[in-house]
């Protein structure tokens, strides 16, 4: 299972494949303050949780496209198995002064399985 900007993927390996659907949490948190180009610290609030179904075909599942960033607000997405996404497991040191794209991020934490972090839109006058 991977996140990226258009949503949720669900292509296991043929000899992992489930008999059934699994259920997941989709995670959206976005920055609490603005990008401190100076420092590259980030701290996060949440937005919403909700659990979806995927699989056992492979695809994407609808609905699930991590949400943009938000004038010098990013935002972080994360996909996982099980129990909520402590806030201090999120990514909070990044440099990403060169980009704009979303990019995959490590997330702290039993069961994550995918993470993704959306510049905000204003990056470049933040």
Do not use: N, W
């Not at 059934?20 to 937005?47: F, M, N």
């Amino acid at each position: 299972m991977t996140l990226d900007s258009s949503g949720l993927k669900f292509t296991p390996e043929a000899i992992r494949r489930p008999y059934e659907a699994v259920r997941v949490k989709l995670a959206h948190y976005r920055e609490a303050t603005g990008v401190d180009s100076a420092r590259y610290e980030y701290r996060y609030t949440l937005i919403d949780v909700a659990s979806y179904k995927a699989g056992p075909q492979d695809g994407g599942v609808p609905d699930t496209a991590p949400p943009g960033g938000d004038g010098c607000q990013g935002t972080a997405s994360v996909v996982c198995l099980g129990e909520d996404i402590p806030l201090r497991s999120l990514p909070y040191d990044l440099e990403l002064t060169d980009t704009t794209a979303p990019v995959p991020v490590e997330v702290d934490g039993d069961g994550v399985l995918s993470a993704i972090y959306v510049s905000p839109v204003g990056v470049e006058s933040c």
